[in-house]
């Protein structure tokens, strides 16, 4: 199985300037673990996780004033849809991180996620036992 068939294609994009509870209340919005974050006057792509924010509320910051460019990940790893889940799981975790977001000609084309390919991984397995 390839990242293709595990992303979401449909992706949460913030710009840096959102604090991190407008944030937080759209991740909650759209039930997503990250938000891809577009700066087309910065460093380009990043990504805000829930992870960063737990972060900074655990360390006394106030959600209302941060804001997502003090806390996203700017230095991705990017995936290609055509990867296959094992070299997305294997980024992962040689990179310590839960998403990865997927690009296609330069392009954001999707996220993929932990749960993503743990979900892919159990539905193929079941599938097989199914057939075998």
Known sequence: MQVRDAMSTTVLTIGPDHTLREASRQMLLRKVGAAVVHD??????????????LHSVGAGQNADDERVRDHLTSELVFAAPSWTLDQAAEAMAHGGFRHLVVLEGGEVA?????????????????????VG
């Not at 792509?45 to 992870?51: F, N, P, Q, S, V």
């Not at 749960?115 to 097989?128: G, L, P, Q």
Request: proline share 3%; charged share 30%.
């Open 40 to 53: 087309p006057d910065g460093e380009g792509i990043g990504i805000l996780t829930e992870r960063d924010v």
């Open 110 to 130: 999707g996220i993929v996620s932990v749960r993503d390919i743990v979900a892919c991984w159990s539905k193929e397995r079941s599938t097989n036992e199914l």
